[in-house]
T-cell receptor
Framework: DVKVTQSSRYLVKRTGEKVFLECVQD?????MFWYRQDPGLGLRLIYF???????EKGDIPEGYSVSREKKERFSLILESASTNQTSMYLC??????????FGQGTRLTVV | GENVEQHPSTLSVQEGDSAVIKCTYS??????FPWYKQELGKRPQLIID?????GEKKDQRIAVTLNKTAKHFSLHITETQPEDSAVYFC?????????????FGQGTTLQVKP
């Protein structure tokens, strides 16, 4: 059973804080993704990584960065959190062009 | 870049009726089209997918059709049941080496009334 685990289910952070969201997968998948889910906007891709230390911007990368030092771990970093980054964040992983498996999501609130 | 448009945003049907959700994609190089179902408070999960060398695929009450010329694909659910109520997402992906960057549509909230 593929497992994608996000480090936190709920997070509350202050404006201006640096925020780290962690995601770990246990199936040796080369692809990992960070999406943001907002009502009516679907799943918007923030960043995509296709190998260790390799990354590609998605549709909404502004205000975010990522790190992939090990194959199983993909971190999303909010350099200076703002209230418009309050959202549900979903991590996913996949092997090639096959089924993507999602984490349980992190509900981030920036106050 | 790749763009995926999904319609309708909400869909309400009576139990037993059929439901159809449609998506269009912009990148003609896209060749993998999965559909995900997200129940309330849960993570999205794959329900069916289709690749560009196939025009239609069926799995019990669920079917997906693909029209490569028009760059659109659709999800068909027959004999809907209340447990089909959820948010459905279409997505598109294209080959880039061995990787698969996955772009999603905006989602459709399906309500099946008993």
């Amino acid at each position: 059973d593929v497992k994608v685990t996000q480090s936190s289910r709920y997070l509350v952070k202050r404006t201006g804080e640096k925020v780290f969201l962690e995601c770990v997968q246990d199936m040796d998948h080369e692809n990992m993704f960070w999406y943001r889910q907002d009502p009516g906007l679907g799943l918007r891709l923030i960043y995509f990584s296709y190998d260790v230390k390799m990354k590609e911007k998605g549709d909404i990368p502004e205000g975010y960065s990522v790190s992939r030092e090990k194959k199983e771990r993909f971190s999303l970093i909010l350099e200076s959190a703002s209230t418009n980054q309050t959202s549900m964040y979903l991590c996913a992983s996949s092997l090639g062009r096959q089924e993507a498996f999602f984490g349980q999501g992190t509900r981030l609130t920036v106050v | 870049g790749e763009n995926v448009e999904q319609h309708p945003s909400t869909l309400s049907v009576q139990e037993g009726d059929s439901a159809v959700i449609k998506c269009t994609y912009s990148d003609s190089a896209s060749n993998y089209f999965p559909w995900y179902k997200q129940e309330l408070g849960k993570r999205p999960q794959l329900i069916i997918d289709i690749r560009s060398n196939v025009g239609e695929k069926k799995d019990q009450r669920i079917a997906v059709t693909l029209n490569k010329t028009a760059k659109h694909f659709s999800l068909h659910i027959t004999e809907t049941q209340p447990e089909d109520s959820a948010v459905y997402f279409c997505a598109a992906s294209k080959r880039s080496g061995n990787t698969g960057k996955l772009i999603f549509g905006q989602g459709t909230t399906l309500q099946v009334k008993p």
